[in-house]
């Protein structure tokens, strides 16, 4: 199940640059580019005439991208406006386009009923984008699995027990945790606390700490797929969990993942930090160790999706840690049936 009309990741603006750029989200093929403008466009990667992707032509003066196979062109509004062989264009030799924004770092993109785009309800991922205050690095890795399958993931973190030991997780994230569950305007807020506990390898590498630590983990969900987690910890004994949470680390793990396919996903993350903003290696330090758990993650993700594919077997059995989950389950549900609704009062 896609949800369309709603704000996704395309691509990092560093993937797109002056070649036509091809990916496929929400289950269609879309094509990329820059125009002489920098700004980006979006279209059908697919040519109306023969159905060649145009992603495999070029681009002409950077505003318009010629099929490889016949040499048909077309602008940015996807109209054709050259047809070598001949005078006359049909109308109809047109390709989609989608609305695109360029926004922290990233290019969004809108699927869904044109009418129904507003660029405000792009979820705030500032952090990638304010250099002054936030070090911030990203990637985003294909993964073989279902989307939801990694909404799941981003909102249990127990798993880091037993996951993630040589990274960000140790025994006390699942066993010693205080979660609190709670809606938001549009999604799912989760609050974790483990209080007095070791600091897990990551926080000892990024924090130095020599002492317990008082850990927190909010897990911000909007739908469809956006996971803004703030996360950090301070010595033990300096005033949290209602101080002012000073002396330790903070960071920011930023999610946002597209459908590429049913089986297949496209992760965009990042992992921002407001200590040692301006050195590099700082940066760097900590995105290699998150890179580090998601793969473990990722491996997780594609086994679930083989066996799903093969047999998905009874019904899933739920524990308590699946609260937040199960909300915003319920929410995605919500949101399908009412775009379905919506489908079906016009005839779609
Ligand atoms: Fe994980």
Redesign the pocket.
Known sequence: MFLRNHWYVAAWDYEIADKPFARRLLDEPVVLFRGSDGTVTALEDRCPHRRAPLSIGRLIAGDRLQCHYHGLEFDRSGQCVRAPSQADIPAAMRARTYRVVERYHWVWIWMGDPALADEADIPDFHFLSTPDKWGAKGTVMHVKANWQLIVD??LD?T??AT??VTT??NAAIAEKAQARVSRTQKGVLMTRWVMNAPAPPTYVKAGGFTTNVDRWQFIDFTPPAFLRLHVGGVPTGTGAPDGPLEGGIHMRNLNAITPETETTSHYFWAQAHDFDIHNPATTEMVFGQVRE??L??VA?FEAQQRIIERDRGPPEVDIAADAAQIQARRILAQLYESERGGDRAVGR
Do not use: K, P, Q, S
């Open positions: 993931n981003l973190l798993h880091l996951v993630h960000i997780g758990a998601f473990e993650d997780i």
